[in-house]
């Protein structure tokens, strides 16, 4: 199995990962504080799916930390199946999660007059969390593409 | 490079393919039959994204069904990376379509209090094209997974 930048067990690894939880909390703490987002299943299903990610990406992010301290590379093949199919679905959960606010923020931003209408102020801070979504699935979309290939090149 | 079932100039393939082409096309067939899908941005997107999609499948369609017509297997790698990326782009953009108009459906269908509120009979248009264009985006997954399995496992 090759050992490149990004693959469990390095500092690019967990970097990626430390960045993954970074904006999905952020997405979270920025949809969380407004005051109507339970109005909207698709606000909720953001929250549901960003915690998700952070709870994903705190785990491998403590494996990773686990194997640089001990110096040992994890490089079992069932393990990085297992991580493979995990990181796939979060990513796939949220760019779904990011989309479905991006089109309902857009459409209360731009389709239906301006941002005052409806909901007031409290727009930046849905376009705050849409935009941290879509940065934390870039993030995992990375590392899923690393680890889908490590696994393959195997 | 290993042969198996949905690479490219197999018969899978050459369904999968087809699949992608015909519900994509359904989808803006629904969509476009609608009378007010302009006013959304996210539905605009979809029929620009599904129709990218039909064009990119029907390609590659093409390019499967004369592979078989003249039994020769289209496996020179420079062509199969080409392929990936594509499938992948057009992967995303499906999947983030989709789900944008996703978001916007159930907000009008459940959210708003049902549809006959804002956009009337249309919803099961709307309804119907996105549950097409998911469809369209689980068979481009399947070959982009499959693509990217060939290319990795040269």
């Given at each position: 199995m090759k050992n490149f930048a990004g693959t469990p067990g390095t500092v690019?690894?967990?970097?990626?990962r430390l960045?993954?939880?970074?904006?999905?909390?952020?997405?979270?703490?920025?949809m969380a504080t407004t005051k109507s987002f339970f109005n909207f299943t698709a606000f909720s299903y953001l929250i549901a799916s960003m915690g998700?990610?952070?709870i994903w990406s705190f785990g491998l992010a403590f494996l990773d930390a686990c194997a640089l301290a001990k110096k040992k590379v994890i490089h079992?093949?069932?393990l990085?199946?297992?991580?493979?199919?995990?990181?796939w679905v979060t990513a796939t959960l949220s760019l779904a999660a990011a989309s479905s606010?991006?089109?309902i923020t857009v459409l209360y931003f731009n389709d239906l007059g301006g941002c005052s209408v409806s909901i007031g102020e409290e727009c930046q801070k849905y376009q705050?969390?849409?935009?941290?979504?879509?940065?934390?699935?870039i993030t995992i979309g990375i590392?899923?593409?690393i680890m889908f290939w490590t696994l393959a090149a195997d």
């Amino acid at each position: 199995m090759k050992n490149f930048a990004g693959t469990p067990g390095t500092v690019t690894g967990l970097f990626l990962r430390l960045f993954q939880c970074l904006f999905a909390a952020g997405s979270i703490a920025s949809m969380a504080t407004t005051k109507s987002f339970f109005n909207f299943t698709a606000f909720s299903y953001l929250i549901a799916s960003m915690g998700l990610q952070v709870i994903w990406s705190f785990g491998l992010a403590f494996l990773d930390a686990c194997a640089l301290a001990k110096k040992k590379v994890i490089h079992n093949p069932v393990l990085v199946s297992l991580f493979v199919v995990g990181d796939w679905v979060t990513a796939t959960l949220s760019l779904a999660a990011a989309s479905s606010s991006a089109g309902i923020t857009v459409l209360y931003f731009n389709d239906l007059g301006g941002c005052s209408v409806s909901i007031g102020e409290e727009c930046q801070k849905y376009q705050l969390a849409v935009a941290l979504a879509f940065m934390s699935w870039i993030t995992i979309g990375i590392s899923s593409l690393i680890m889908f290939w490590t696994l393959a090149a195997d």
